[in-house]
Each structure stands twice: as C-alpha cells, then as structure tokens.
C-alpha cells in the first residue's frame, strides 16, 4: 500500500480538530472522521463474516449445525454458539432457526485479532431449496474493538444464475441502520447498503479462501448532526485469508466521502493484508490505522 505520509493521532490532532470554527468544521474533513468510518467499516465485515458462516454452517449440517473443514473460522473458541431448535434436532423446511453467538463479557479475540464482547442474535427460515434468503441480526451490548454498536441488519441472500465461466454463488444485500458509540462517547448513526458477493472460494468447503466484493453506499450522522455520504467508487475486496496473518479482511477498494461540497477519499490498499488506509483530502495523504 502506497503511505503518502504517516499520521499519529493523539493530543496534536485532537487540539488542531478542537480549535477549528463551527465554519471550518462545514468545510473541511479530518483523517480522525476517517478513522472512524474505517473502524465502523471494519466491524461491518467482521459482523458480516460472522453471520453468513453461521447460516451458512447451519444449511452444511442441520443437525450439528457445524461444517467439516471450516478452519480457520472467522470465530475463536471464546465463543459459544446456541440455536432454536437445539443442536442434535433436526431441521425441516420452513422451521424459524434462531442464533446466538456469545462473545462473554470480557472480550473475546476474534481469529484476525479483533476483540468482541456480547452477544449477536440472528435469525432466518430455514430454506434449504430456496434461491433466497433472509437473515436478520440483532446486537445484545455488543462490541467491536471498545465501539459498542446498537441496531439490526437484514441481509438477503441470493444465489446467481450460473453460467459455463461464472458458476452460481451468493450475492448477500445488507440493509444497515445501527449506531456505534465510541469510548469518547460520541454516536454515530451509520444508514445504507452494501452488498458483497463472493468471487473466489464459493466451490470450496473452507472460509480461508473466500474473497469478497463490496459495493454500496450509506449516509453516516455525526454527533455535530452533520452527515457524511460514502459511495464505494472502487470496489472493496475483503480476503478471509488474512485471518491468518491477524490482520483486517478489508485489503483493497476506495471509499468516496462527501460532506456538503467537499470530498475525501479513504482508500483501502492494494489487496495486502495489513492495517492501514490512506485518507486523502485537499490533496493531502494520511496513512491511517484501522483495525484491533
């Protein structure tokens, strides 16, 4: 990834922030708001990858609701997963299967090293004939990385028409309302869509080599009740594969942020798995951090 010029965020970018005018707020964005996108962005496909394992392990093995050959998964044994109905009964078509995957009260690391604590509730019919799917979650005092988020997601699940070179896989639309507070205590609203479908790994049982394409857009609400609007200009690419290295999955893709008539840019690498993105504003660059 291309780091035009590092930037330490601490008391320096806090007092030249805290100093501007209500007017210079209007006109300009910081590598501080942009941070804070990455880092609801990151806790998306974290909670994302979480979700559609957990669906999908259930359509693998309706009984035990676990896959053969899943490792590494995006969970860690810190977490316990309980279903309705049970594990051990089987499922029929048309049965409402519920969910809850526990993460404690402590913090709970997931396999890329983010921590988590509480719980995520999903829900879903199951439908094992059908070409689409619902999935709703719900967060119970959930966090990722300290950032405590409150809302729900629907996603809808569809399975493509195959061809001879582009065989049938899923394309998952997740509708996003939620609210991530900070340990500064500031909100954020975060409204929109993203929609991510898969473009390597589908054929194989293993998450490790599943590679994500991410489009969409959203509207972000400040604690200032200033809106910021995010259009994915270059598609985002989340590799699993960097689970292994402990790293985020969000490797590639540029995000486009508009505030009034200004623009930004965050851009997410070049597909190496590390923690940094690039925040460009007035043609200025700031490597940023993202991530645990």
């Not at 930037?7 to 210079?24: E, P, Y």
């Not at 070409?131 to 959930?142: A, E, P, R, V």
């Not at 996603?155 to 070179?165: H, L, P, S």
């Not at 508009?258 to 043609?283: I, K």
Request: proline share 4%; with cysteine.
């Amino acid at each position: 990834m291309k780091k035009t010029t590092s930037f330490i965020f601490g008391l320096a970018l806090a007092l030249t922030i805290f100093s501007c005018s209500k007017d210079d707020d209007d006109s300009t964005m910081t590598a501080e708001e942009a941070t804070i996108n990455a880092k609801m962005d990151i806790a998306s496909d974290d909670v994302a990858d979480i979700v559609e394992e957990q669906e999908a392990s259930t359509y693998s093995n309706s009984i035990s609701g676990r896959t053969e050959q899943l490792s590494p998964s995006t969970l860690s044994t810190c977490a316990t997963v309980t279903r309705v109905p049970a594990f051990g009964t089987a499922i029929t078509p048309g049965t409402l299967v519920t969910k809850t995957i526990d993460f404690g009260t402590v913090g709970c690391a997931l396999a890329n090293g983010n921590v988590v604590k509480g719980k995520i509730i999903i829900s879903f019919t199951f439908q094992p004939d059908a070409t689409t799917h619902t999935i709703n979650y719900t967060f119970d005092d959930f966090y990722h990385n300290a950032i405590k988020f409150v809302g729900s997601k629907v996603f809808t699940r569809t399975m493509t028409v195959g061809t001879d070179t582009n065989p049938s896989h899923p394309v998952v639309t997740m509708d996003m309302d939620m609210t991530a507070t900070f340990p500064s205590g500031n909100s954020y609203t975060r409204v929109g869509q993203r929609v991510r479908e898969i473009i390597e790994g589908y054929s194989t049982p293993a998450f490790a080599d599943n590679v994500y394409r991410v489009t969409g857009s959203w509207t972000t609400l400040f604690p200032d009740s200033s809106l910021r609007t995010s259009t994915i200009t270059s598609p985002l690419k989340v590799k699993m594969s960097c689970i292994a290295a402990n790293k985020p999955l969000l490797v590639q893709g540029v995000i486009t942020i508009t505030r009034n008539d200004n623009v930004s840019t965050l851009d997410y690498g070049d597909g190496t798995c590390d923690n940094f993105a690039v925040f460009t504003f007035n043609g200025t660059s700031y490597t940023i951090v993202i991530g645990n």
